[in-house]
């Protein structure tokens, strides 16, 4: 079983950064892909930015140079860097861990992130 464990939310004022972290434990099989999305109030879950056990990263065009997305294979542990946060971005931010030979594929139970003045 494999567990996600998301830390980093907070209220933040517009403008400012935040870094948020996904720490995975238990049977963690490569090569994976680990993401992070989001939802934000009324609206559906949407894709933030990806990254394979490779390094290989995506992005939703969106964020781009603003998000910049990471990982430390040895610590199981990916990282989300966030800049210039808008209100918009306000929304749970879920971390999520694919795991490509099989397709099983596992959620983080999610950190709040408020961008407000």
């Known amino acids: 079983q494999v567990r996600l464990v998301e830390s980093g939310g907070d209220l933040v004022q517009p403008g400012g950064s935040l870094r948020l972290s996904c720490a995975a434990s238990g049977s963690i099989f490569s090569p994976n892909v680990m993401g992070w999305y989001r939802q934000a109030p009324g609206k559906e879950r949407e894709l933030v930015a990806t990254v394979t056990s490779r390094g290989m990263t995506k992005y939703v065009d969106s964020m781009k140079g603003r998000f910049t997305i990471s990982r430390d294979n040895a610590e199981n542990t990916v990282y989300l860097e966030m800049n210039s946060l808008k209100p918009e971005d306000t929304a749970v931010y879920y971390c999520?861990?694919?795991?490509?030979?099989?397709?099983?594929?596992?959620w983080g139970k999610g950190t709040l992130v408020t961008v407000s003045s």
């Open positions: 999520r861990l694919t795991t490509i030979l099989d397709g099983m594929e596992y």
